[in-house]
């Protein structure tokens, strides 16, 4: 009989941590937020409702177009005659200013023979 109860009380605690352990994320609070550098570059549209984010000002949502999103060049192989004999192409937010706050980033990297990433 201890043995039963003892097997119930440990499935009531088991079920109950089910519910305890249960989260998400929060949802964001924007889809988007374009980088701009300073909020001059805005127009001053902002004003004081300038919205700032991951150390960016957020560009008007209604000026944002599919440019803020595009960067060409990766293709290109770079020069690799340097003393490592490597080249970086990296493409964040300071390339493409719509991956403000998206998480991603890019990055090519170029090495001739023997080449080393420092970095
Ligand atoms: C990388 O390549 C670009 C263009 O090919 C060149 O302008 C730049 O100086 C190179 N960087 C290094 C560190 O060699």
Do not use: E, W
Not at 4 to 21: E, R
Request: proline share 6%; with cysteine.
């Amino acid at each position: 009989m201890k043995g039963v109860h003892f097997l119930i009380s440990t499935l009531a605690i088991l079920a109950s941590a089910t519910f305890l352990v249960t989260a998400s994320d929060p949802s964001p609070l924007q889809d988007f937020c374009v980088a701009l550098n300073d909020i001059k570059s805005a127009g001053g549209y902002f004003g004081a409702n300038a919205v700032f984010v991951n150390g960016k000002f957020c560009k008007d949502p209604k000026l944002v177009n599919a440019n803020d999103f595009f960067f060409s060049g990766l293709q290109n192989p770079r020069n690799t005659q340097n003393p490592v004999g490597s080249n970086v192409t990296t493409v964040n937010v300071d390339q493409i200013a719509g991956l403000n706050t998206l998480g991603i980033s890019l990055t090519r990297i170029d090495f001739a023979p023997n080449g080393l990433n420092p970095h």
